[in-house]
């Protein structure tokens, strides 16, 4: 069985830093895109950034540009987040999120609360 587990999230001033990670327990065939997204309150969950398997690809939401770093180690199934320059309209629960050949897979979540 898969299970997607993240650590890093926590409270930080605006301006700071957190690195999120979801690394993958059991084996997930054919990873073929990585991301993490994030869901506000009252708020529809959204992607913030997804890496492609092959070739290592990159796509961000606009409002993260510039501040967010996505990347990964295959070798571990591991995604990590870099989230710099943090602003309180960040703050919310992050997901992870694994697509493999046939499933997708999501973290529990972990907090992100960025305060002024």
């Known amino acids: 069985q898969v299970q997607l587990v993240e650590s890093g999230g926590g409270s930080v001033q605006a301006g700071g830093s957190l690195r999120l990670s979801c690394a993958a327990s059991g084996r997930i065939l054919s990873i073929v895109r990585m991301a993490w997204y994030r869901q506000a309150p009252g708020k529809r969950r959204e992607l913030v950034a997804s890496?492609?398997?092959?070739?290592?690809?990159?796509n961000y939401a606009e409002s993260v540009k510039g501040r967010f770093t996505i990347s990964r180690d295959n070798a571990k199934n591991t995604v990590y987040l870099q989230m710099n320059s943090l602003k309180p309209e960040d703050t919310a629960v992050y997901y992870c999120?694994?697509?493999?050949?046939?499933?997708?897979?999501w973290g529990q979540g972990t907090q992100v609360t960025v305060s002024t």
């Open positions: 999120h694994m697509q493999g050949t046939w499933l997708g897979y």
């Open positions: 890496i492609i398997n092959d070739g290592g690809s990159t």
